[in-house]
Structure formats: C-alpha cells, structure tokens
C-alpha cells in the first residue's frame, strides 16, 4: 500500500491482504503468549471467524477457551476483557463496529481506562479493543464513523490506527505487548487491500510517527485509511511543484508530536488529515499544540481538513463527497504553499 | 434454611463480630464526616450488614470481590483493613489507593477486592472477567458481584447474567435488595415481582433470601458458593434488606416511608442477633462486650492513623495513568 520506499522491490515481496496480515499479528501473539486471549461477536470458527473473516482459524488453531464468540453484548465483552485483564490475561476484545463502541462506553471510558489510576497503581487493563470502521461502504449513518477523538480524549487510553499491513501488523503486536487497554481501528472499506507481508515479530512502537515522504514546502499528518489518499495525492503535489513531508501518525494517542514539530519547524505550514468529521476532531489538538510550539514559525495558518459536521450519508454521491480525498487534499496543499 | 445447630458456634462468633465491624464502622464514619474532619461523598449501608458478613463466612480470601459505592460493608467482610480503608477514604497516601480511588473505588487485591464502580450496574461484566480468568486457570475461586436493586434494571444486569449462563462461570450475583434505588421506591422502578425471577430467563437458580437473617444468608451463600467452585455456573441471589438512612450521607430521606424505616429500624438486624446468640447462649453480654470493645479500639487506631497519614504529593496527580513496558 505505501508505494514510496523505493528500497523494497514491490514485485518480489509476497502480498497479504489487511486482514491476513490483522489474523497473523493475532495468530503470532496467541502462539508467543499463552495468556493472549480473542474474544468478540462472531469470532470462533463455528461462526465462520467474524463477520469479515479477520479471526478465522484462531479457535481451530488455539481452541475456542481463548477464542470465544460472545453473545451480541458490548458491555458484557468489554466487562469480561477487563476482568480476566485485572488477573493476568491478555485479551483482544473485538466490538466489531467502531459505532458499537458506544454501547460499551461505561466499560471503556468508566473502567478500563481509569482502573490503574483509580487503584493507585495496584491494578492494570493490558486489554487490546480492536474495531473497524469507516466510510465508503455504503454501511450508512451508524456503521461508519471514526470516534478515535472520544478515546484520545480519555485519560488512560491508548489510540491506534495503520494504513498499511506492515503497520497494522507491528502496531496490533504492540498493543497486546502494552500493559494499558489500546483501541486499534481497522477500516472495513480496505480489509482486502494488499499489502506487504509482515515480518514474524515486529512491532511498531505506539507513540511513533513515521515520516514517509520527505519534503520541503508543507507537512501533511494523517492516519488510517485517509493516509493512503494522502499519498496519491503526491502526484498532482509534484507536478504543482509542492514538495510534501508526508507522516502517517499511526499512533493517535500518544501522538507523536517530537516528529511533527520537527517536521512543521522545517516546512512550516502542515495540514492534518483525517477521515472523523473535523469539529473537535484530533486534528484540533494536533494543531494547537504546533500553533503553539511554532508560532513564530509558521508560514501559512495551521489546516484541518477531515469530514463534515454531518453523519455518514448513505447515498453513494454524497457518501464518496463525505472523507478527504486525493484531489482535495492536493488542492489544499497546494493552496497553503501559494498562500491563497 | 439451615437450622441454627448446624452453624457452628465458631462461625455464628465470626458472622457476628463482622457484623459488629460493619455496624460500629458505619456509626464512626456517620460521625467524623458530621464532625468535618473528613469530606467524602458516603452511601451508608447501615441496616444491609448481614449480607456481607454471612455470605463472605462462605468465601476464601482468593476469591474475587466486585463491589459497588455503596460497598464499604462488603469489603471489610471481605478483609480489607481498616487503617488501609480509613486512610483511602480521607483521601491520604497510605490508603488502599494512595487516596487517589477514594470511597467509591477502593481495591485491594491482597484480599481479592479487585474493582469498586460508582456505576451502577457495573460489578457485574467485570466479575463474569474475573470468573472466566479463574475458568481459564482452572483454579476453584468464586467472585462475586454486589450491587443493588435499581441495578437489576440496567442493561448491564441482562448482558452479564446471560453470558455468565452461557460460559458457566464460576460467579455470584449478589442483589441486596434494600427497596430503594437512590431515591426511587422499587415498585415504581421494576417490573419484576422478585429480582429472583429474573434468573429463570437466563436458565440459572435465582434465589430470594432474607438478607437481614444470618443464618438463611448463609445457607444460601453456601449453596451458591459450592455451585460456582464446582463449576456448575452462576447464582443470582436476591438479599432482602433494608437501608437505614438515605441515598447518599446527608440527603433528604423524605422520600422513605417514615413508618417502614422506623420499622425496619426496630428490627435491626444487628441487634436481633446479638440478642439471639445470647438467648441461645452461643456468647455472654461479656464475651460480645469484648468483642464489640475490641473494634471501638480498632477503628479509633484507624481514624488516628488515616488522618495523620499525609495527603498525596502533586507527582500523584499523573502517576499511574498510564504504566511502563515491562
């Protein structure tokens, strides 16, 4: 999916498809740990693996005491994460819409998230809640959405996302591996986009920026599946003469922001990009703290660019209209560095 | 009901020097919050005091507790200190929590105490965690979940007893039943004639006990108990009860039905066994005098040690947010 590191010859390397690449970091993390544990609607093979597949085979393989399917009850799972969490498991519950997420609010934001601190120290929730999400699949108004500015906003939450199946792989490794409950969002549109196939055992360190593409007249930070529109802008950059510096965030929460401002001190302008409605979203946050940091610095005004305040539309016109694209984030990039 | 012989005169002493602990513990921190020295929010459980005592006579110190705001009870019965708990609740370093969880979230592994929630209803998802982790490590410990009434009619209830049902898991539900959720009598807020019936839609025992008797408590608490350790799944048990004071330290209990509490109040359960070990001559006024003596002495320790023990530095503030890869 990431096609800019020139340094790995993309016909010889073997290609996974992003849920191959999700069902190997879980495979590899139940076969390394015993105490990993998969639980989640429709997870174990007598229901076919999940809806899209992503955990097919782990029950075969592992039995269905770690690989349990769980009735349709998100505060249940959640509840049963954190609890086997509190004595030494390590659970990836699966609440297998980013929507959904909502029903077990309580047992994220009230528990999971706040039972370290809330205990003094003594107890922790090493629980990994994977879900998927986004736009484009005619899935409609509560199938769809990006909430990670919920979850970032949560004090004892960690926030995730990848792009690209070398990532995803190496973030989910690091989530289970981390000692606090992670959300790591998976988006549903490009399950089946292929991609490189991962390295046995590598992590992506959460709190890590990767800087893609190097430039010189702006910074684009995105994630997710809005970073690959990111990147096929470049071409329409290149040709405006826009040189781009190009960071996938991966990490949402923490986010890191040594590599941004770094980035944005050299290029001084930066637009964020992301696929959640822009209002209150992390593209906020992101820009404050540069606005901040590089005031003095900054050559055109910090830009959000992300869905509008609006819920996800179902009608294929407006629903394609819905998340940044290529086009309009190489016209935006353009129009910074001219400063128009 | 088991017949009072067959309670021992060791266990009937120790249910009832809980009970003791729990009364006189909940007297004392009526007083120091009416006297300042402490400012916390507090939801008195006098009048529920049998519960704990009888049913935690059934437990082992590695079984789990998840408990509630109102569960201060529950958790002495269960055997956490009073200097730890004391110091937790006036907001000090030397608390269970560092005097960061507060009344409402005190936790205390050592004595499986693993989750306080001032959420209502949400004991009960992550005791069905806890009893699916000692599932998977193939040990024979119970956990339990309290809470109240109104909590019977939250989602949370539905989803973890169906899924308690579905997985077999070594977990009790315990319903103390004090007839009031918050401020809201129970008829007017369930539909249910009894929180015991709601078991039969979930196909496991639903049990409605009287919370206020001792030995019926504990009879019941057994049975549940050597279900869940022999693995034959989950117990709902109803525990009817009353609360002596209102909601939260401090409200305006008008909304309690003066003669039902006056009533209630009459028949302390507290004082109706006391009076029933010395009738049945299990224990002399003297031996209960002690006893009773002994815990004065032990919450005055507390109280003097919580509240010399200091507050929590400001490095407190973000600490324990977030821990460190191992």
């Known amino acids: 999916m990431i096609k800019d590191e020139a340094e790995r010859p993309q016909q010889a390397v073997k290609q996974v498809s992003m849920i191959q690449a999700i069902n190997q970091a879980l495979a590899d993390a139940m076969e390394d740990d015993e105490k990993v544990l998969v639980l ?32 349709i009850s998100e505060q249940a799972i959640m509840g049963a994460a954190i609890g086997a969490s509190l004595l030494g498991w390590k659970p990836v519950a699966e609440i297998m819409l980013m929507n959904f997420t909502a029903v077990a609010m309580d047992m994220i934001v009230n528990h999971a998230a706040k039972l370290r601190f809330m205990s003094g120290g003594q107890t922790s929730v090493p629980i990994v809640i994977r879900t998927m999400t986004g736009s484009g699949f005619s899935t409609g108004g509560q199938h769809s959405d990006y909430y990670e500015a919920w979850f970032a906003h949560v004090a004892g939450m960690k926030v995730i996302a990848a792009s690209n199946t070398i990532d995803a792989y190496g973030l989910l490794r690091s989530a289970i591996d981390d000692p606090d409950p992670v959300m790591f969002i998976e988006n549903l549109p490009t399950y089946w986009a292929m991609g490189p196939v991962p390295d046995k055992g590598h992590r992506v360190s959460i709190g890590k920026a990767k800087v893609v593409r190097a430039g010189t007249d702006l910074t684009i930070v995105s994630y997710a599946r809005v970073f690959n529109e990111v990147l096929a802008a470049l071409p329409a950059l290149n040709e405006a003469g826009v040189s781009a510096e190009v960071i996938d965030l991966r990490s949402i929460s923490p986010w890191d922001q040594a590599t941004v401002l770094a980035s944005v001190s050299k290029t001084g302008r930066c637009l964020i990009v992301h696929e959640a409605v822009t209002q209150f979203g992390v593209g906020a946050e992101i820009a404050a703290v540069v606005q901040k940091e590089l005031f003095g610095r900054l050559k055109s005004p910090v830009e959000r660019m992300g869905a509008p305040f609006a819920p996800v539309p179902f009608s294929k016109p407006l629903e394609t209209a819905y998340a940044p694209t290529a086009k309009r984030i190489a016209q935006q990039a353009i129009s910074m560095k001219q400063g128009t | 009901m088991v017949p009072e012989t067959q ?19 909940d007297e004392r921190s009526r007083l120091v919050i009416k006297t300042g020295r ?16 009888a049913l935690c006579a059934n437990l082992r110190d590695d079984d789990y507790l ?82 109240g009434d109104g909590a019977s009619n939250i989602g949370a209830f539905h989803e973890s007893l169906n899924m308690a049902a579905v997985w077999k898991l070594p977990v009790i539900f315990v319903c103390q039943n004090n007839r009031y959720g918050e401020h809201t009598r129970y008829e007017r807020a369930t539909s249910a004639r009894q929180i015991a019936d709601r078991a039969v839609g979930y196909s496991i025992p639903g049990l409605r006990v009287d919370g206020n008797d001792p030995l019926a408590m504990y009879a019941a608490a057994k049975t549940a108990v050597g279900r869940a350790r022999a693995g034959e ?12 004071h209102g909601h939260v330290y401090g409200d305006n209990d008008s909304y309690m039905d003066k003669a039902e509490k006056a009533e209630a109040i009459q028949a302390d359960p507290h004082n109706r066994y006391r009076a029933q070990l010395l009738s049945a001559g299990v224990a002399t006024e003297t031996q209960l005098a002690e006893v009773e003596a002994i815990i004065e002495k032990e919450i005055d320790d507390a109280v003097n ?3 010399a023990s200091p507050f929590p530095g400001m490095e407190e503030m973000t600490r324990d947010v977030y821990g460190a890869l191992a």
């Open chain 2, 233 to 244: 799944g989950p117990t709902l048990l109803e525990c009817m009860t009353y609360r002596f």
């Open chain 2, 305 to 307: 040690f919580a509240l």
């Open chain 2, 38 to 53: 402490i400012v916390m929010p507090y939801y008195s459980y006098r009048g529920q005091e049998v519960i704990p005592s």
């Open chain 2, 66 to 147: 998840c408990t509630i705001y109102r569960g201060i009870h529950d958790m002495l019965a269960k055997g956490l200190p009073l200097r730890a708990l004391w110091a937790e609740i006036a907001g000090r370093v030397d608390g269970t929590c560092k005097g960061k969880g507060g009344p409402m979230h005190l936790t205390y592994p050592a004595k499986g105490i693993m989750v306080t929630t001032g959420i209502v209803g949400s004991s009960m998802p992550i005791a069905n965690g806890l009893g699916w982790a000692s599932q998977l490590a193939k040990d024979d410990r119970v956990s339990v979940a309290m809470f």
């Open chain 1, 40 to 71: 989640g609607e429709d997870v174990a093979d007598p229901e076919a693996g999940g809806v899209a597949g992503v955990t097919k085979g782990l029950s075969t393989r592992f039995g269905e005491e770690r690989v349990k399917s769980t009735p």
């Open chain 2, 7 to 25: 309670l021992d005169t060791k266990t009937q002493l120790s249910i009832y020097r809980t009970m003791a602990l729990l009364k006189a513990n």
